[in-house]
């Protein structure tokens, strides 16, 4: 079967595990911990990388390190993982959700600037799937009304807009290295320039301790362990140390499957845009209309195939009921007809071929058969 994507571990994760390991330093403190935290921040172009168990710690604690609560306003597109939506929201902080920009994964600065209102305090773009999202325009609207900029960067490690580094634009950016281009099990890294910022994650990461002086002076904010352990760290070091070699085969991956799906009858894909660097954690196409996406995912699993329709635009969830009137078309179009297909950094040439003749040739059967 091939999968959507699978993580490569080699000798180098094995080694730097075992040496954790054999180190007595296990849990949250650790030799790991601080190198990880160098090596990306100088790998992103940052000045502070602060690490935590997972991409949702890093969203959990975002908002209130900023202060940003009840009565603010946070602009999210819609189309995004819901962890974005419900991480955020429990600051209480109100979620006002913007669509994607015709034909792209990401949100659209226009439709941000006719969500601002007074009480907009972040606008959080997501480069989803590895693409970068629009971020000139972003900063602009950004510093022109005093709102934080937050990058989502979960899928998209590595990516670059123009030549810097997703990551390193926004304000306050979070990463995710639950089995995405860095795969350590579990993880996360927020990214900024801003030394209070990244002090006080410092702080709201770590839980009540007797080593902390508010433990006798009293506590006055919550602090909860979202700490990243010594041995996620030592398989994130040699993941990072692999991450640009495996970059480059995601784009050899993304360059065939390009050519393969050009022209294909009932499937039509969107090219990376020449100004950035696309990561490619999933490659995803698009179906025609008429063709029935359960069935597309039944023949293609017969065809020992993994495909995934892409999420369902957050406003539309139960969750959200006060939302689902609101009309996002571009959002809601991609979410009908986008296909997520398998996207690993094994996949051999012949590998790809296979998938992309075989899903041309299901998209053809289902087109001309309606």
Known sequence: MFELDEPYV?????????????????????????????????????????????????????????????????????????????AMSQSGAKIVFADCSRDRFTISPDDVKKKITKRTRVISPTHLYGRPAEMDELRDICNENNIYLIEDCCQATGAKYKNHMVGSIGDFNFHSFHNKLIASGEGGMVTTNNKDLADRFEKLKNPPSVNRPEERSGFNEISMNH??????????????????????????????????????????????????????????????????????????????????????????????????????????????????????????????????ENLKKIAKKLLTSK
Request: glycine content about 6%.
């Open 10 to 86: 080699g000798k180098e994760e094995i080694k730097y595990l075992t040496e954790a390991i054999n180190s007595g330093w296990i849990s949250s403190l650790g030799p790991f911990v601080e190198k990880f935290e160098k090596m990306f921040a100088q790998y992103i172009g940052v000045k502070y990388a602060v690490s935590c168990a997972s991409g949702t710690s890093a969203l959990s604690l975002l908002l209130p390190t900023l202060k940003v609560g009840k009565d603010d306003e946070v602009i999210l597109q819609s189309l995004t993982f819901t962890a974005d939506a419900f």
């Open 227 to 356: 700490r990243l352990s010594n041995l996620h760290a030592a398989v994130g070091v040699a993941q990072l140390e692999r991450l640009e070699k495996n970059i480059q085969k995601k784009l050899k991956m993304a360059n065939l499957y390009d050519g393969l799906f050009s022209n294909a009858d009932g499937i039509r894909i969107i090219r990376a845009d020449s100004w950035s660097r696309t990561v490619y954690w999933r490659y995803t196409i698009f179906l025609d209309e008429r063709i029935n996406i359960k069935k597309f995912k039944e023949e293609s699993i017969k065809l020992g195939i993994s495909t995934r329709e892409t999420y369902l635009p957050l406003h539309l969830h139960p969750y959200f009921k006060e939302h689902n009137n609101l009309s996002l078309p571009n959002c809601e179009k991609i979410g009908r007809l986008a296909i997520d297909i398998p996207s690993s950094f094994n996949l051999s040439e012949k590998d790809i071929m296979y998938i992309a």
